[in-house]
């Protein structure tokens, strides 16, 4: 029986690290999680972060200032967990992988690997109501809040509309 449950365990958590590690910190679930999916950190490497943290007066034509304390708070969340600080997941390394040094996108979208993974999408199939933006991870990746984008887990709305 033991063996038994060791040997799920040990699946479990080879499948979790398949994806990336799961929003842990209830800060980040409060502040970054009421306008959009809570973006893991795992899905960013510490300086497009750090990029990102550093104005969010001007974030993506929004103001999502906070006050000094909580951005120093959710930035070292963010470094601690981010895609170059937790390559014992698959998805948060490929992302590192892709990025040339030099380039510090502050989006998950414009990182090579998301560019490369998302390519076959149409464009009908992101721009309709129940999608509307690529960012909108959770409307196709139905695990998404787990850390888990596997193919088995994306339903993406209206699909059959789009069969030939
Ligand atoms: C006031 C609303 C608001 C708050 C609060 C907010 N955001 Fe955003 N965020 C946006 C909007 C709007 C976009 C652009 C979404 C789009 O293009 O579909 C965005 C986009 C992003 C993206 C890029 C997604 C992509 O790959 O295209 C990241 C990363 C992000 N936010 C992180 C954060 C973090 C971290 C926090 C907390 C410090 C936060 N956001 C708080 C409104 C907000
Ligand atoms: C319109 C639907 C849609 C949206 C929105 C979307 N994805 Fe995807 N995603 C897909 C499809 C389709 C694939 C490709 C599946 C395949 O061929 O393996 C994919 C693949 C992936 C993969 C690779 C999975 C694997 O196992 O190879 C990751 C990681 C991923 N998406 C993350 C995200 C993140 C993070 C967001 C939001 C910033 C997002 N996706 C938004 C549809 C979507």
């Given at each position: 029986?033991?063996?038994?449950?060791?040997?799920?365990v040990?699946?479990?958590?080879?499948?979790?690290?398949?994806?990336?590690?799961?929003?842990?910190?209830q800060?980040?679930?409060?502040?970054?999680?009421?306008?959009?999916?809570?973006?893991?950190?795992?899905?960013?490497?510490?300086?497009?972060?750090?990029?990102?943290?550093?104005?969010?007066?001007?974030?993506?034509?929004?103001?999502?200032?906070?006050?000094?304390?909580?951005v120093?708070?959710?930035?070292?969340?963010?470094?601690?967990n981010?895609?170059?600080?937790s390559?014992?997941?698959?998805?948060?390394?490929?992302?590192?992988?892709?990025?040339?040094?030099?380039?510090?996108?502050?989006?998950?979208?414009?990182?090579?690997?998301?560019?490369?993974?998302?390519?076959?999408?149409?464009?009908?199939?992101?721009?309709?109501?129940?999608?509307?933006?690529?960012a909108?991870?959770?409307?196709?990746h139905?695990?998404?809040?787990?850390?888990?984008?596997?193919?088995?887990?994306?339903?993406i709305?209206?699909?059959?509309?789009?069969?030939?």
């Amino acid at each position: 029986m033991k063996k038994i449950v060791s040997l799920i365990v040990l699946i479990v958590g080879i499948s979790y690290a398949s994806g990336v590690k799961p929003v842990d910190n209830q800060l980040y679930k409060d502040e970054c999680a009421s306008c959009h999916f809570g973006f893991q950190p795992g899905l960013l490497p510490a300086r497009s972060w750090v990029k990102l943290m550093g104005d969010l007066e001007n974030h993506f034509k929004d103001d999502a200032s906070l006050d000094k304390k909580d951005v120093e708070t959710l930035t070292q969340y963010l470094v601690k967990n981010s895609s170059d600080n937790s390559r014992n997941y698959k998805r948060s390394r490929k992302i590192t992988d892709s990025i040339p040094r030099s380039s510090t996108p502050v989006r998950v979208s414009q990182t090579p690997y998301f560019k490369k993974e998302h390519r076959e999408l149409r464009e009908t199939m992101i721009s309709q109501k129940e999608v509307k933006s690529i960012a909108n991870c959770t409307a196709c990746h139905t695990t998404a809040s787990k850390g888990v984008y596997k193919e088995r887990y994306i339903n993406i709305p209206n699909y059959g509309k789009w069969d030939d």
